[in-house]
């Protein structure tokens, strides 16, 4: 049963445009939720993260909104560079667990 | 400061045999958790220590084991090696119940 999920495995934007990338979830204990980015041949690489009690965090280009009766989450990167070319994990985890669940990421391309 | 680091970063074994992985973490974290990634199925979390005690486990075989020491390094030994076994496993660090920082992994290929 995958808790986390991405449904886009991949997804194409211009350069300079917005790249929007979804998760959805289905545990409600989740109250923790983080996106990573990840190069070939590198670990993933944290981003940014967000509490349950809140519904958006921003921090530079990167900004994530939670909306937690929808159980869903996205990222949005403002303006997409060709460096951020990479596959993109959301995770989640509960207040009473030490385990992070990931989805099974969403590969962007952005094209100069 | 140093990041996370894993040894070996590739290994090659057969089927049957075992296999033996490290991870060191970031100086001062004391969490340590292992995931196996495959194409398709993103991260798998396998386990996690804090203090030298085990956490937290995923659904994995017993095959798939764990430790941790003193000094908060981990290994993770994977016995009886299977082909479905080939992966990437990644090791991730934290200073508390927060976000983790990954290692580069540690690919391994059974054949």
């Known amino acids: 049963d995958q808790q986390v999920k991405q449904n886009s495995p991949s997804l194409s934007v211009q350069e300079g445009r917005i790249s929007i990338l979804n998760c959805d979830y289905t545990?409600?204990?989740?109250?923790?939720f983080l996106w990573y980015k990840k190069y070939p041949a590198e670990g993933p690489t944290f981003l940014i993260s967000i509490s349950s009690i809140k519904d958006k965090n921003e921090d530079g280009r990167f900004t994530v909104f939670l909306n937690k009766s929808a159980k869903h989450l996205s990222l949005h990167i403002v303006p997409s560079q060709p460096g951020d070319s990479a596959v993109y994990f959301c995770?989640?985890?509960?207040?009473?667990?030490?385990?992070?669940?990931f989805g099974t990421g969403t590969r962007l391309k952005v094209l100069a | 400061k140093a990041g996370v680091t894993q040894t070996p970063r590739y290994l090659i074994k057969t089927r049957g045999q075992q296999v033996t992985l490290s991870c060191s973490p970031i100086?001062?974290?004391?969490?340590v958790s292992w995931y196996q990634q495959t194409p398709g199925q993103g991260l798998q979390f396998l386990f996690e220590?804090?203090?030298?005690?085990?956490?937290n486990k995923g659904n994995f075989p017993g095959r798939f084991s764990g430790r941790q020491f003193s000094n908060s390094r981990s290994e993770m030994n994977v016995s009886t090696l299977e082909l479905g076994d080939s992966a990437l496993y990644l090791c991730?660090?934290?200073?508390?119940?927060?976000?983790?920082?990954f290692g580069p992994g540690t690919r391994l290929t059974v054949l």
């Open positions: 995770a989640a985890k509960g207040s009473e667990t030490y385990k992070y669940i």
């Open positions: 991730a660090s934290s200073l508390a119940n927060n976000e983790q920082f």
């Open positions: 220590y804090f203090s030298e005690t085990q956490r």
């Open positions: 545990n409600s204990m989740f109250d923790y």
């Open positions: 100086s001062g974290h004391r969490s």
